[in-house]
């Protein structure tokens, strides 16, 4: 039986120091996040996190839509960051629904980076949790973007 309380993990060593990582998946999210994996009309334009506790994680579509994916409940460069993921099972934003993505960024040495990464509350998501955990845990979830993201800093997965 799959715990749909568990947290979903992952971790990937990355070939810059905990600022440029930090940096990179906040502020240049756009370069790497898998360019499929959004809920607007029209293509990615531009991701956005803004870099304070309360900020919005948004994504600019190439229409002007925005769409929204949750806020920053955490922001503590280069160490650690918490965002929420406030989309449903059937893929569109929902205020209501709060599940957590807690990041760490862990100096290996002068050059690497251990990227720690959970996403936690799929209870949240009701009789849809144990599907949405699994989806998350699979290879194009989390492993996939995590992959993207060290190639983008220059160690692929």
Known sequence: MIDST?????QIVVGV?????????????????PSDHHI??????QIIIEPREGGRWYTRHTDGTETSTGYVA????????IITW???AEWSFDTALITTIELTFTAQD??????????????????DADRMRKMFDGPDAWTATLAAFAARTGVPA
């Open 40 to 45: 607007g009309s029209a293509p990615i334009e």
């Open 110 to 127: 002068d050059q690497h980076t251990l990227v720690e990464l959970a996403h936690r509350d799929f209870d949240n998501y009701g009789p």
């Open 17 to 33: 120091d905990p600022a440029r990582a930090f940096d990179l998946f906040t502020t240049h999210m756009t370069e790497w996040w």
């Open 6 to 10: 568990g947290a979903v993990r992952q």
């Open 86 to 88: 406030q989309i449903s």
């Open 74 to 81: 955490s922001w503590d460069p280069p160490a650690r960051l």
